[in-house]
């Protein structure tokens, strides 16, 4: 019987692990859904780029009030969370406190995760006022209603709950040790619960051991809980910030790639001795010539797929956007998201019939408008303001490529700039032997 509870943790650790991992497999399986691309080159520029932005935040520190808070929360959340290693081994083997016989250096972390704690609670009500009292302009988007909105203060409540459990769990640990109950031994030092313990005088020990019980195995458990939400919540980014950082383009912000499909065919044209007849070299249908741009989530890369995943929904791309401060229907976090709720749908459709089945949406038009693609000004300013490297402009790019190339579906007003550069070489319907008739009157 005594054992029951070691099993019983064991248990609920490994559905909790497993669950997050069969999840994570799908977030891969998903992000592999892209074209590939490579990211293989300057590996020491981009491990300095993820160790700078993703965890050094110095992106994030450029907005102070919300950069500073959001780093005492994250490396308060992350360095508390050191004591889980603690808790999965006293869970295991039914120990108590197991690292105690570190002595003072023991009383240095428990007394440091304490003020993390606190400090970490204070960030997060801060956030929440921020949200819901102040309610700045860039959480009320109309991309925020519902589920976003709700998921951005879930999280909130989450780490308000974990770190009362986490204080009041080490408040009636403290009760206890000066109680003197067995297998409490005094060990640890307590900054912050001390001022809570005096809350628990009178209790009895049965009843102190059942709070600091409880408050340990909600505590536990709602870790597990809180890993696993991430999936299916934007704070996904808390660990795909570091890949995503890693692997962002590396080219100056205003340098457009190349269509490999378009080079190809530009190169075929100029070559003398190709045969245009011939059939594809690479692995295409024969005849099926390769698509321009993108439509949907399968025509993207899968960096920008692995971007959509990270994206964390702050909102820092629209409100710097120039299109979208001028009331134009364009967000840069809505198309993200939008990239995102489609490379789930997808991913869904595929764990129901095992493949993909065609269910007749694609990312243009069902989720991004040509409206909203074509009011970018390809300014760059939601990638350069983005804390951790996503590039809606890429994908943006791709999508205005394939209504050009694939549909001849661009403005009038863009069509007739591009004739005239054709036949008049400037975007002005002015034959080039006319350009000086202006000087003459």
């Known amino acids: 019987m ?80 050191i004591e889980v290693l603690e808790i999965i081994i006293d869970g295991i083997f039914g120990t108590h406190r197991i690292f105690a016989f570190l002595g003072g250096l023991y009383d240095f972390l428990i007394g440091s995760f304490e003020i993390l704690a606190f400090l970490v609670f204070v960030g997060v009500v801060l956030f929440w006022i921020r949200r819901n009292v102040i309610k700045l302009k860039r959480f009320w988007n109309p991309e925020m209603k519902g589920w976003p909105k709700n998921d951005g203060n879930f999280i909130l409540y989450f780490e308000m709950v974990l770190m009362t459990l986490f204080l009041v769990m080490n408040a009636s640990d403290l009760q206890l040790q000066t109680l003197g109950a067995d297998h409490y031994i005094k060990a640890g030092a307590y900054p912050i619960s001390q001022y809570i313990s005096p809350l628990f005088n009178g ?118 956007c120039p299109a979208n401060q001028t009331g134009k229907k364009l967000s840069p976090r809505k198309i993200m998201m939008d990239t995102r709720d489609r490379l789930k749908e997808l991913g869904d459709n595929i764990d129901k019939n095992g493949s993909f089945v065609d269910d007749g949406k694609q990312l243009l038009n069902d989720y991004i408008t040509p409206e909203e693609l074509w009011a970018c000004t390809s300014c760059n300013a939601c990638v350069e303001t983005c804390p951790v490297s996503i590039s809606p402009l890429s994908i943006i790019i791709d999508m205005r490529r394939y209504l050009v190339m694939e549909q001849s579906a661009a403005p009038s007003d863009l069509n007739n700039m591009m004739t005239n550069i054709e036949n008049n070489g400037a975007p002005w319907p002015f034959n080039q032997m006319d350009r000086l008739n202006w000087s003459n009157e």
Request: aromatic share 10%.
């Open 2 to 81: 005594q054992y029951i509870p070691n099993i019983l943790f064991i248990l609920v650790l490994v559905a909790g692990i497993g669950y997050f991992t069969k999840n994570v497999r799908k977030v891969i399986r998903n992000i592999r859904l892209g074209k590939d691309v490579d990211r293989s080159d300057n590996k020491g520029e981009r491990f300095k780029n993820m160790a700078r932005i993703a965890l050094g935040q110095s992106k994030m520190v450029r907005r102070p009030v919300a950069g500073i808070l959001h780093i005492v929360v994250y490396l308060g959340f992350i360095i508390i969370n």
């Open 203 to 320: 209790m009895s020990e049965t009843a102190l051991i059942v709070l600091e019980r409880a408050c340990w195995w909600v505590h536990i458990i709602g870790i597990l809980v809180f890993l696993n939400y991430l999936y299916f919540s934007k704070h996904l980014h808390i660990l795909l910030a570091f890949p995503n950082t890693y692997y962002g383009d590396l080219n100056p912000k205003g340098e457009l790639d190349n269509l490999e499909a378009v080079t190809k065919e530009v190169q075929l044209m100029m070559d003398p001795s190709a045969d245009p007849f011939a059939a594809p070299a690479d692995d295409q249908q024969e005849g099926e010539p390769e698509k321009f741009g993108a439509s949907d989530v399968a025509d993207l890369n899968w960096v920008q797929l692995l971007n959509a995943y990270t994206c964390t929904e702050c909102g820092r791309c629209t409100s710097e």
